[in-house]
């Protein structure tokens, strides 16, 4: 994550209609959410937990970051 984010950067994972979103903390190179520090996989983890049943995830494909008030998909990076 270190090479692809800045600091304080908004990261989200987008399902079903709902989004979650964090911050990336580059001190600690884990995305923050509800006061939690993750990686970019569990970040997008906890979110399909949280709204569905499915077990597995695929976050850089699924994230998005925000660049120059523009989503782009991490998957890009």
Known sequence: MSK???DKQY???KMNGNTMMGIY???K???IYNNKYYSL???ALTHLNERSKRENVNAWSECECLIN???VSTFNL
């Open 41 to 43: 996989n569990q970040f």
């Open 69 to 71: 008030n523009e989503w």
């Open 29 to 31: 190179n884990k995305i």
């Open 25 to 27: 903390n580059k001190d």
């Open 11 to 13: 990261i989200r994972h």
């Open 4 to 6: 692809c984010f800045i």
